[in-house]
């Protein structure tokens, strides 16, 4: 999608749990080239509004369109090679293979197939394939020098970009990151950061959800606040910095 147009538009989606409304009937808009960041307190809605996003959820109701296509109610794998893609609050993987083999593997499955085809139906074209797109997407976070450490070896910072360099394999339309600055250092957010501003400028879209507030200013270009399932409010960080609901609902002064 060109810079400004509409990549993913979320209108008024719903998801109950029982009798506990998670996400109440919510609706954003994100467009291609922006970072849009999801904020709100634990327990808002927002892990779950991504696993509605992704397909990992069934809406209650509502309706997710991405580039034009209405994508609620595909599954997950459809919705991944449509080209949405994500990283998850907790870090998933392999500690003992390599931060390469982790990204291969992770994209491999992400691709649809079963983790028996990935270890045992690859031909060694395929492999190589896999592996040099694997390659290019952790040179593109900077974990170019990193490739065959063990990922157990790895800080929270290296192990939060090996994620997301495992989203970018087959160059996703829309990023998805689930608080990817949890547990970093000053210094790892700062890359952290770099990062994000790099992949926007390549016109890559984000879906932020991040309790950073530091990191949040820095790099979104709009926000939107949820409060217990509820769209509290939304405008620039400037704007939602300054709102007294905002402050007295998140920022606790
Ligand atoms: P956030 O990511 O903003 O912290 P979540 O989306 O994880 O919030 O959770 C929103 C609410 O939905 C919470 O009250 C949580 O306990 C509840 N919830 C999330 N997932 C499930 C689930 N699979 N089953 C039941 N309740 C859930
Ligand atoms: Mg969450």
Known sequence: PAAGELVLDVQSIRKEFGGLVAVNDISFKLHAGQILGLIGPNGAGKSTTFNLVTGL??????????????????????????????????????PDMTVLENVALGAHLRGGKGVVSAMTGLNRQEERQLMREAQRQLERVGMGASLHEQAGN??????????IARAL?????????????AGLRHK???????VLRQLRSEGVSILLVEHDMD???????????????THLMEGTPAEVQQSPAVRAAYLGT
């Not at 790895?154 to 994620?163: H, I, K, S, T, W």
């Not at 790892?188 to 770099?194: H, N, R």
């Open 57 to 94: 959820l069934r809406l209650t109701s509502g309706k997710v369109v991405f580039c034009g296509e209405t994508i609620s109610g595909q599954r997950s794998r459809e919705i991944a090679r449509r080209g949405i893609s994500r990283t998850f609050q907790h870090v998933r993987m392999i």
């Open 154 to 163: 790895l800080a929270m910072g290296p192990q939060r970009l090996m994620e």
């Open 169 to 181: 394999c087959s160059d996703p339309a829309l990023l998805l990151l689930d608080e990817p600055a």
């Open 188 to 194: 790892e957010k700062q890359a952290l950061a770099d």
């Open 215 to 229: 990191l949040v200013m820095d790099v979104c270009d709009h926000l939107v606040v949820m409060e217990f399932g």
